[in-house]
């Protein structure tokens, strides 16, 4: 009478929930109420596995590692940021760092405000010059000069701004599932070059940010041309 | 609630502060919130003992939440170095962790902000989103709506299949979700550094695991 009572009386997905994750993880107290609910309940056990499994295979990512070069670049910026904050001491120091970083500011609001304008007045499938290739002076890790770099990626988004116009003017076609597949990694990776940018804008100076947008403009390249070319069938 | 009751305005209670012992032994035997009080008096050592402890964490959390490498390791930077300027005023209200992945969802947020100012080079939407041909939509014409995950999977990365996954949730259920499952912090932990009832929380993950299942299933098939 008692287990037919609780039968009817499901417990909330919350607490299934909660069991489920007390279950998968070690040292996890159990509800013995529950415990004993889900034994003559086949609909909560279901559940209750189902979360299970989906939480176990979310634990069975494997964890990104740290490398040396990280942390020594976040113990190094913190030194400087340290630094910078005891030698705002003095109400005259300080008074003309204000006005020195307002002029900064300004400068910078101004350069890029130009640099990126056609970049972000453009529209979706618009590809425009990186104009930031062109401020940022960048010494190339690879050995390439600034001014290769700037080209390469001049030439790579022009590439990607033909293929982009030609892909999307073949849209009335029907697209394979391949093509549909490659065009949604072109869409992510379109989210990792905004990403890019997005970096570039905190830090116009980041060699490393310009890398990544060229290398990701060339990837992005490759893959238009590929439904382009490959998948003739869009 | 008693009638006239409504317009009361609840306040939020003092934060109190916890007690922290002044760690003994060497530092890297410390507590975390002892480290960073000591930090806060300007101890290098103690912020350098903090950052090797907890970088793996704040980088995987902010790897889930953007799913870019590059851009996470410069978020966990900016986390730490948020930290290098609070760490005078730092006050041991709540777990150290708390206060730590308070900064970096704060810091996430932000990055989502400047994303979605951001231009795209290439959208699928402009694909088909024309005035012409609005009821024209590709993506009808794939049969298989978790290919994302197991293409990731053919691809041989697990990690990469799990983010194809998360990427299907809201904003706010992933972070919750990654919080939980992937940082190991408690309910409350997550209530106060999202600053939502504890409720909400479970909820947010009861709906986060729900939509991911049948992604995760689809992975599950290969293995």
């Not at chain 1, 609910?37 to 056990?45: Q, Y």
């Amino acid at each position: 009478m008692q287990v037919a009572l609780k039968i009817r009386n499901h417990p909330s997905k919350q607490a299934l929930l909660v069991y489920a994750e007390n279950m998968q993880d070690q040292g996890g107290a159990i509800d013995r109420e529950m415990a004993s609910h889900l034994r003559v309940c086949a609909t909560c056990k279901a559940e209750v596995d189902a979360m299970r499994a989906s939480l176990s295979f979310a634990a069975s990512a494997p964890e990104l590692d740290v490398n040396a070069d990280m942390t020594a670049r976040i113990l190094m910026a913190s030194k400087t940021t340290r630094s910078e904050m005891k030698q705002k001491a003095t109400p005259l120091r300080k008074a003309f760092k204000v006005a020195q970083a307002t002029a900064c500011a300004a400068a910078m609001l101004l350069i890029m405000g130009v640099t990126f304008n056609a970049f972000l007045g453009s529209s979706e499938t618009e590809v425009t010059t990186p104009a930031f290739a062109e401020s940022v002076p960048v010494v190339s890790a690879t050995g390439r000069s600034p001014e290769a770099l700037r080209q390469a990626t001049v030439e790579v988004a022009a590439e990607v701004r033909t293929l982009s116009a030609a892909v999307t003017g073949k849209r009335h076609e029907a697209p394979t599932p391949e093509a549909l597949e490659e065009m949604r990694v072109v869409q992510s990776r379109d989210a990792d070059i905004a990403a890019a940018m997005s970096a570039l804008e905190r830090n116009p100076n980041s060699v490393r940010a310009t890398h990544v947008v060229h290398a990701t403009l060339k990837q992005q390249a490759e893959s238009l041309r590929n439904i382009y070319v490959e998948g003739g069938s869009l | 609630m008693a009638e006239g009751m409504e317009n009361v305005v609840q306040l939020k209670p003092e934060p109190t502060l916890r007690v922290v012992e002044r760690g003994e032994g060497p530092l890297r035997d410390w507590t975390d919130e002892a480290l960073m009080l000591e930090h806060g008096k300007g101890s290098e050592e103690a912020y350098s003992v903090l950052v090797h402890r907890h970088q793996r964490g704040v980088l995987n959390y902010t790897y889930r939440m953007v799913q870019n490498r590059h851009i996470a390791e410069e978020l966990t930077q900016e986390v730490f170095l948020a930290l290098v300027k609070n760490g005078a005023r730092y006050q041991p209200t709540a777990k150290f962790t708390t206060y730590l992945y308070t900064i970096a969802s704060n810091i996430v947020s932000k990055e989502w902000a400047r994303r979605k100012r951001r231009p795209k080079f290439f959208s699928l939407s402009s694909w088909w989103n024309q005035e012409d041909d609005e009821s024209f939509n590709p993506l009808d014409h794939v049969g298989d709506e978790k290919a994302n995950v197991l293409a990731a999977f053919q691809r041989g990365e697990i990690s990469e299949a799990v983010n194809e996954a998360l990427r299907h949730l809201p904003e706010h259920q992933r972070e919750t979700f990654v919080l939980r499952r992937f940082q190991d912090l408690s309910y409350e932990e997550i209530s106060e550094v999202l600053e939502v009832p504890v409720g909400t929380i479970k909820s947010r993950i009861v709906r986060a695991e729900r939509a991911l299942r049948p992604y995760l299933e689809k992975y599950r098939e290969y293995v």
